[in-house]
Structures are given as structure tokens and as C-alpha cells.
């Protein structure tokens, strides 16, 4: 009996021990059993999708290596498949005629005018291009001779001068007045001026004052002689200004135009643009001393119309100034 009981115990405990005898490697070898060969069990279950494998990459041609650039489809690489021959067959022949379209009717060209339009006119004006109004335009002579007028003209005498008396000038049309001329036959004592201007009295005392005090000395001075007579280019003239609509100080007796200077010894001196040095010394002088006495001084180098004479007058300037040119 008790022999019994121990076999008993020993085949109890054997399938025990055999599963403490199994061994890690023996565990990994049934595990890479099973994984060969899954259990019958999960053969229904459908495999896992797999991952399509990744497509090689063409290389690119050494062309496109060395310029960077991608290749593209028209870069791909040449299809070096053996082409069929086209060996016996002929090639696609072109059309002796290529069919040209029609071409599109011409359309006749519009033909130009006889004479071109031209601008309507403007109207004339009447009478012509109207000058500017001038207030002096408007005055006539008194039925007495101002007292400023009989004053101006006993100065005249007391300076030496010479002069006659002229009818009044008086356009209504263009404007040119003046109530009260006088023909000025001489600044001064021996001081001719040729011809004689006709002339407001004020211009002419500006005149003979500015020959005595002024030319006279620096003739002395200049050529050791005396004036003996001054050359005038103008003097009244019924005109408006050259270029202008305003009316020249001509119209009013209010300018003198001086071209040459005569001196005792027969020389002359011209007013010129290249005169001698020495008569250029001279005129200049006269010139710079004039802008003072007269309001406007013109001559050589301002402008063409004063090329070859001095231009003085005693139209009022704004501010009591000069106009020197």
C-alpha cells in the first residue's frame, strides 16, 4: 500500500516537471514554429495590405546634372528600343500646292478733300489794332498858354536856347498830342542840334540842360574841344512802341533819338555798336550820366532798334526810377 501511493504522487507531479524543464530556447523555438506555421484557426482572417514598394528614381543625364534641371518629359531619357524599319516604304509627300486663303477684297480708299477746311476767320477790328489809351492822348491846347508853359520856355531862353514856336499835334485816331510844341533849333550857347526836333517844352529843357552840364565838360575833358552840335534821329513821330500796341513817348514829344556828336575841332562821334576806343570812352560816359536826368536811357546792346543811336525820354517810371539799358 504504501509503495502505491508513492507511484501515485510521481505520476502527478510528472507533467510538472516537464513543464519546468522547458528551457527560454525552447520557448523561442516553438514561438518561430508557430509564426511558420500560423494555427489553423486564423487562416479565415484576411492578410494585412502591404505597402506597394516605393518606384526607383531615374538618374538624370550629365546634361541635366550640370545645369540643375529637373528632368521633365521633353528631358526623359531617349527610347533606345530598335525601331522598326522604314526600309522599301516611302515617305508622306507635301502637296505641290499649298491652298492659300482667300484673300480679303481691298477697300477703296477714301479719297482726300479738294481743300482742306480752313479755320473761320476773326473779325477784323475796325480801323485796324487799337493802341493802348493813353490820358495824354486826350489834350488839346487852352485858348491861353498854361503858366508852366510860358515858365518853361523863359528857362529855354535863359540857357541859351533856341526854338520856334509849332501848331499843336493832335491824332484822335492813333492818339498822338501835343497841346503845346516847340521847334528846338539849339541847346545852348554855340550847341546846334541838327535838324531841328520838335518837341514838348520839358524834354527840350531837359535837353539843353544835359548838353550844358553834362557833354559839353566831357568832350573838354575827352578831346580838348567843344560840342559844337548834337545829331538827332528822331524826335515827334505819330507811332506806337516797335513790337507793341502802347504808344511810343514819340507821340507826345517826350523823346530824343541823339546819333552823333560833332565837336569843334570837325571830329564825330557816332553812337555805334564797335565805335574807337577813344569815342567809346566818351559815349560811355554820356551814356551812364544820362540815366538820371532822363527816366529811360536806351542804346547799343539793348535790343536792335537802338543799335546806332541813343534813345532818352522822360516817361515817368514806377517809384520815381530809371530804365538804364
Do not use: W
Amino acid at each position: 500500500m504504501p509503495t502505491l501511493s508513492f507511484s501515485r504522487s510521481c505520476i502527478l507531479a510528472l507533467p510538472l516537471a516537464v513543464t519546468c524543464l522547458v528551457t527560454p530556447a525552447m520557448a523561442r523555438h516553438h514561438y518561430r514554429l508557430n509564426k511558420s506555421h500560423p494555427h489553423p484557426i486564423g487562416r479565415n482572417i484576411a492578410p494585412a495590405l502591404k505597402t506597394p514598394p516605393v518606384a526607383p528614381v531615374p538618374e538624370p543625364r550629365p546634361t541635366d546634372a550640370e545645369s540643375g534641371a529637373e528632368p521633365g518629359p521633353a528631358q526623359s531619357k531617349p527610347d533606345t528600343r530598335e525601331q522598326p524599319s522604314t526600309e522599301g516604304q516611302e515617305a508622306p509627300q507635301t502637296p505641290a500646292v499649298v491652298a492659300v486663303p482667300p484673300e480679303k477684297p481691298t477697300e477703296p480708299e477714301p479719297e482726300p478733300p479738294a481743300a482742306a477746311p480752313l479755320p473761320p476767320e476773326k473779325p477784323e477790328r475796325a480801323g485796324g489794332e487799337k493802341t493802348l489809351p493813353d490820358p495824354r492822348s486826350a489834350e488839346l491846347p487852352a485858348d491861353k498858354m498854361p503858366e508852366e508853359e510860358a515858365a518853361c520856355r523863359a528857362r529855354l531862353k535863359a540857357l541859351g536856347a533856341e526854338f520856334e514856336e509849332h501848331k499843336a499835334e493832335h491824332d484822335a485816331g492813333i492818339g498822338c498830342s501835343i497841346p503845346y510844341p516847340i521847334v528846338l533849333k539849339s541847346l545852348g550857347k554855340s550847341i546846334v542840334i541838327t535838324p531841328g526836333a520838335e518837341l514838348d517844352c520839358p524834354m527840350a529843357e531837359a535837353l539843353a540842360r544835359f548838353a550844358a552840364d553834362v557833354v559839353q565838360p566831357v568832350a573838354k575833358a575827352e578831346f580838348r574841344a567843344d560840342l559844337k552840335s548834337v545829331g538827332q534821329a528822331s524826335a515827334f513821330v505819330c507811332r506806337p512802341r516797335h513790337g507793341t500796341s502802347k504808344l511810343s513817348e514819340h507821340a507826345f514829344g517826350n523823346a530824343l533819338d541823339i546819333a552823333s556828336f560833332t565837336l569843334s575841332d570837325g571830329s564825330r562821334i557816332e553812337v555805334g555798336p564797335a565805335p574807337p576806343e577813344r569815342d567809346a570812352k566818351f559815349l560811355d560816359t554820356v551814356r551812364k550820366a544820362a540815366c538820371g536826368p532822363f527816366k529811360t536811357v536806351l542804346g547799343p546792346g539793348s535790343d536792335a532798334d537802338h543799335s546806332l543811336h541813343f534813345h532818352f525820354d522822360l516817361e515817368p517810371r514806377r517809384h520815381g526810377g530809371t530804365f538804364c539799358q
